[in-house]
């Protein structure tokens, strides 16, 4: 063996007796109550961060034309025409 080996050994099983001797301290009473908290504020962030960046513009995108159509109407006092209709198979009054 060479003296990096022996250092190895050494250090390992100095480190091996530090731990076998340390006194652990118990595991607090509250610390699942505070992973919860902690959790819990972190999920509620991210679920409002989701909603204002992707599900509010898409219901603005979707309610878009709705609006227009009604602006339109209000302002103009006329029902916008829809692109689709033919003017051939409306009746005249």
């Known amino acids: 063996m ?3 080996e022996d250092n190895d050994c050494f ?3 100095e480190l091996l007796h530090q731990l076998a001797v340390a006194e652990v301290p118990p595991v607090p009473n509250d610390l699942e109550n505070a ?3 902690r959790l ?3 999920l509620q962030l991210n679920h409002w961060i989701m909603f204002l ?3 509010i513009p898409m219901v603005i995108a ?3 034309d709705p609006i227009g ?3 339109f109407h209000t302002l103009s006092g006329r029902p916008r025409q829809s692109t689709g209709a033919d003017k051939g198979t409306q009746e005249d009054d």
Do not use: S
Request: glycine share 4%; net charge positive.
């Open 2 to 4: 060479n003296q990096f």
């Open 62 to 64: 979707t309610m878009l």
């Open 11 to 13: 250090f390992e099983g």
């Open 53 to 55: 960046t992707t599900a």
């Open 40 to 42: 819990n504020r972190t």
């Open 69 to 71: 159509h009604l602006l």
């Open 35 to 37: 992973v919860r908290v």
